[in-house]
T-cell receptor, first 113, second 114 residues
């Protein structure tokens, strides 16, 4: 199994630009999570899906952030417009129903100039 | 919502000694407490977890203890080795990790001195 796949691995953009982060969960996993990691705030849950349906988006910082999961194999996290304070590592994780462990992807390091 | 506090933020121990990291949580409904290890530039990976119906769990050199009454749990690493150097995160959730988002502590940077 290839594990959770995220792309791009690194993204550098300018303030005001739209950014789209992508995630492919492990095949057969019903849950998908988006986390953000910064030095100041640590690891924060942004949103998670169950069977492609958003369950809890209370961690999404503001309306500039949106996430979708059009099918079981793909999810996106979009930031529009991006701001320097959005600079962070964004992790996607997935888990199977009845499972305990969340399997993290390698992360996308986002830098907004 | 849940709040998880983790201490210390940095811990330096001599190789071969033990290391203890402590966490407290606020939500009495939380019943699942995993620990993740993150090496520099890598993804977090689960190393051990415990459910609220268990007071202690051990896996080789790693153990976790839970005190539900006091709402705190701890990670114990014995006979530390250089490869134990990493950032360790505690976390909590209500439904068991896989089916719920995790609330993480801020992390502990563990440094193993040779």
């Amino acid at each position: 199994d290839a594990g959770v796949i995220q792309s791009p691995r690194h993204e550098v953009t300018e303030m005001g630009q739209e950014v789209t982060l992508r995630c492919k969960p492990i095949s057969g996993h019903d849950y998908l999570f988006w986390y953000r990691q910064t030095m100041m705030r640590g690891l924060e849950l942004l949103i998670y899906f169950n069977n492609n349906v958003p369950i809890d988006d209370s961690g999404m910082p503001e309306d500039r952030f949106s996430a979708k999961m059009p099918n079981a194999s793909f999810s996106t996290l979009k930031i529009q417009p991006s701001e320097p304070r959005d600079s962070a590592v964004y992790f996607c994780a997935s888990s199977p129903s009845g499972g305990r462990e969340q399997f993290f992807g390698p992360g996308t390091r986002l830098t907004v100039l | 919502g849940e709040n998880v506090e983790q201490h210390p933020s940095t811990l330096s121990v001599q190789e071969g000694d033990s290391a203890v990291i402590k966490c407290t949580y606020s939500d009495s409904a939380s019943n699942y407490f995993p620990w993740y290890k993150q090496e520099l530039g890598k993804r977090p990976q689960l190393i051990i977890d415990i459910r609220s119906n268990v007071g202690e769990k051990k896996d080789q050199r790693i153990a976790v203890t839970l005190n539900k009454t006091a709402k705190h749990f701890s990670l114990h690493i014995t006979e530390t080795q250089p490869e134990d150097s990493a950032v360790y995160f505690c976390a909590a959730s209500r439904t068991g990790g896989g089916a719920d988002g995790l609330t993480f502590g801020k992390g502990t940077h563990l440094i193993i001195q040779p």
